[in-house]
Nanobody
Framework: QVQLVEPGGGLVQPGGSLRLSCAAT????????MGWYRQAPGKQRELVAV???????NYADSVKGRFTISRDNAKNTVYLQMNSLKPEDTAVYYC??????WGQGTQVTVSS
């Protein structure tokens, strides 16, 4: 059973930056696509960014040019660098592995 642990998150002012990380257990991390999703109150969970095992990336239109997903296979960790944050980025952010396993989620609040 894969476990995904997401420390980080928090409160940041509009225009600020935050980096999320997600550490995975297991020895096959490098083989799987990793993604970040988010769910705002009253809304469905949506894909934010995904990075494949071959380092191809894809982003939601709403975060293109502001967010960057990356991975460190030696540390079994995926990151989400979030810049120029907006209040509408406020949500619980979830890490995902292989479109199957989920982290517990971490709250990101963008507010002045």
């Amino acid at each position: 059973q894969v476990q995904l642990v997401e420390p980080g998150g928090g409160l940041v002012q509009p225009g600020g930056s935050l980096r999320l990380s997600c550490a995975a257990t297991g020895s096959l991390f490098r083989l799987y696509a990793m993604g970040w999703y988010r769910q705002a109150p009253g809304k469905q969970r949506e894909l934010v960014a995904v990075i494949t095992s071959t380092l191809n990336t894809n982003y939601a239109d709403s975060v293109k040019g502001r967010f960057t997903i990356s991975r460190d296979n030696a540390k079994n960790t995926v990151y989400l660098q979030m810049n120029s944050l907006k209040p509408e980025d406020t949500a619980v952010y979830y890490c995902n592995q292989a479109f199957k396993y989920w982290g517990q989620g971490t709250q990101v609040t963008v507010s002045s």
